[in-house]
């Protein structure tokens, strides 16, 4: 079964500082992945997504992605966190061929402070 | 409509009380899914429609939970006999086409059920 994981339940950064929100995953074939943003009493919106080709993915608000095949991973980067961008961020994944739903992470409350 | 829109926002129910929420997904998507979110967890797949077919009911927790999409456009989803374990926020998103492979669905801002 496929699987995504968090491992932090939160990030502190200071605000003009870099950020990473890590992302790892667990899947039998070709992945697409996924990073999505929740704000208070807000609905998931999307981030960016990697479907093929660079690893390197670039989405909204600045932030980029890098897919790393042999560790299984999607880290979602920032090179300058901004206080705006506190918010709770989820990470998923669609495997290919196995259905239409995405499979989330649990969630990581990223929190920039001024 | 501009987005996915959700009612109502917030659901106050009954333990054994019967529930609708309802979806409006962005006029003329395709795919309509649902997900859980229970506090502080990441959403949890429900089910999946293709215009009015639901092609993927895998995630409903149990036979209390109903979901429709009749004409292809409006979803309600059911639960029968609500039990505190259903409090959550409930998410609705749509996609554009039917191969969503690597198409992002949009989220509305979910209906938070509390069951007391």
């Known amino acids: 079964a496929q699987s995504v994981a968090q491992p932090e339940d939160q990030v502190k950064v200071a605000e003009g500082n870099p950020l990473t929100v890590k992302c790892t995953y667990s899947?039998?074939?070709?992945?697409?992945l996924f990073w999505y943003v929740q704000y208070p009493n807000r609905g998931l919106q999307f981030l960016l997504k990697?479907?093929?080709?660079?690893?390197l993915v670039k989405g909204s608000y600045g932030f980029e992605a890098e897919f790393n095949k042999s560790q299984t991973s999607f880290h979602l980067k920032k090179p300058s966190a901004l206080v705006s961008d506190s918010a709770l961020y989820f990470c998923?994944?669609?495997?290919?061929?196995?259905?239409?739903?995405?499979?989330f992470g649990g969630g990581t409350r990223l929190m920039v402070k001024p | 409509g501009a987005g996915v829109s959700q009612s109502p926002r917030y659901k106050v129910a009954k333990r054994g009380q019967d529930v609708a929420l309802r979806c409006d997904p962005i006029?003329?998507?395709?795919?309509l899914f649902w997900y859980q979110q229970a506090l502080g967890q990441g959403p949890e797949f429900l089910t999946y429609?293709?215009?009015?077919?639901?092609?993927?009911k895998s995630g409903l927790p149990s036979d209390r939970f109903f979901a429709e999409r009749p004409e292809g456009s409006v979803s309600t989803l059911k639960i029968q006999r609500t039990q505190q374990e259903d409090s959550a926020v409930y998410l609705c998103?749509?996609?554009?086409?039917?191969?969503?492979?690597?198409?992002?669905?949009?989220f509305g801002q979910g209906t938070r059920l509390t069951v007391v």
């Open positions: 998103a749509s996609s554009l086409v039917s191969q969503t492979m690597n198409t992002e669905a949009f």
């Open positions: 899947v039998s074939g070709n992945p697409y």
């Open positions: 990697y479907i093929t080709g660079d690893n």
């Open positions: 998923a994944v669609r495997l290919y061929n196995a259905g239409n739903m995405l499979t």
């Open positions: 006029s003329g998507h395709v795919s």
């Open positions: 429609f293709q215009n009015e077919a639901q092609l993927d």
